[in-house]
């Protein structure tokens, strides 16, 4: 089992991480799913008793939602790796609190870079009764909001809002009570998880559409609405791409969380980048997890894998083979996947993935850069890659963009890129602040 504990802090700076001599052979354990944290933290918030949340991931975007709920009136406290929380305080009618809605001072709220702070906040902000003023990094500022916003007015919210981007400003006056709402989430699937998460809490509940052809990352809706049922609430899809959720708040929470597959699957890919040999611990046997799609692009890749009550072991080919892959339902892992198509004999394709463009940074034009400095042929499309593999890496320094997954990536790379530099490495705290410490402990011979 690789252990962090005896190892440096993780790396903050620029990071030159180590090279694989020879085949990577590993177990490897991670902490918890970001996605599936946030979520219960908002349900938690939300929940007519208390929750208690074990196994959670401590990294940015949740310690950001643990203050943003704060803030908005829960009572969150921290025993070692688990989380009681007392929720907002709402009347049984399911209206902001007497005591909430009395309070003059505008209640401020950092979102830094998470997209399930920015999205999933505001539509619990509108229902407190309390101004509530949203910002975050300066990147977060270009991040899309418009649905969310245009969303949250059409049910009865009062926002300000200069860009329809962040910082915008939830009004006191705003009655969001629910009812019918269709939107276009073509963008990003957490403008419907952010709806969802709340909308128990509306007074007329929600019947929520999708008005656009397809929603990316269609797995993180339905790792919502599973938490939503493990909860309580009354949801249903009487038909694709639409969503009844009935008024009612949901039962307190008492939930271990899965350990963050797509985390872990940069440490997985380890093993099919090096020929060699690597168990993720605990790889849950059922999941709502978009990670769990790494199975089948390794074995996409030529890698082996096997699942049992050990965990996922994943053992690499000889030599990576192209592919051509539709990556729409775990855009998410696409840095990783590009960092073996990188290293993979041909031509591979991934595509689906246009909605990357407002992640972190936009990912595509991220990448296409960073490869071309190190000597991979990649064309960019709209909303695809085409990545050419080669033996022959030059070692470069591999900017991040602010971007964790862009950490992740440069770290297998430099698996068989001597010399290759990561800036930044820091950023990868957004979801995995112990990263370099776990990367390098799987590298240590009998980690």
Known sequence: MTDIS?????????WQPPVAGS???????????????????????????????RGWLRSRDTLLMVEALRRLGAVIDEDGDELHIE???????????????????????????AGTVMRFIPPLAALTGREVVLDGDEQARVRPMAVTIKSLREIGASITSTENTLPMTIHADSQLRGGHLGIDASASSQFISGLLLAAPVMPLGLELTNTADTVPSRTHVDMTIEVLRDAGVDISEPEPERWIVEPGLPRGLDVQVEPDLSNAAAFAAAAAATGGSVT??????????????????????????????????????????????????????????????ALAEGTSHLRGIGHLRGHETDRLTALTREYEAIGVDVVEHPDALTITGTAQLRPALWHTYHDHRMVMAGAILALRNDGMVIENAGTVAKTLPAFTQLWEAMLTPGA
Do not use: M
């Open 6 to 14: 005896t190892h440096t802090p993780p790396a903050t700076g620029d």
């Open 23 to 53: 085949t990577v052979s590993a177990t490897v354990s991670v902490p918890g799913s970001k996605s599936l944290t946030n979520r219960y933290l908002i349900l938690a918030a939300l929940a007519s008793s208390g929750s208690d949340l």
């Open 87 to 113: 929720p907002i305080p709402f009347t049984g009618g399911n209206a902001p609190s007497d005591t909430a809605a009395q309070d003059p001072e505008p209640i401020a709220i950092d979102c830094g870079l």
């Open 280 to 341: 993720i611990a605990d790889w849950p046997a059922h999941t709502t997890q978009a990670g769990d799609g790494f199975r089948e692009i390794a074995e996409a890749f030529g890698a082996t894998v096997h699942l049992d009550r050990d965990g996922l072991h994943v053992q690499g080919p000889d030599r990576l083979t192209s592919v051509d892959l539709d990556l729409s339902a775990v855009g998410e892992l696409t840095p990783v996947v590009s960092a073996l198509a």
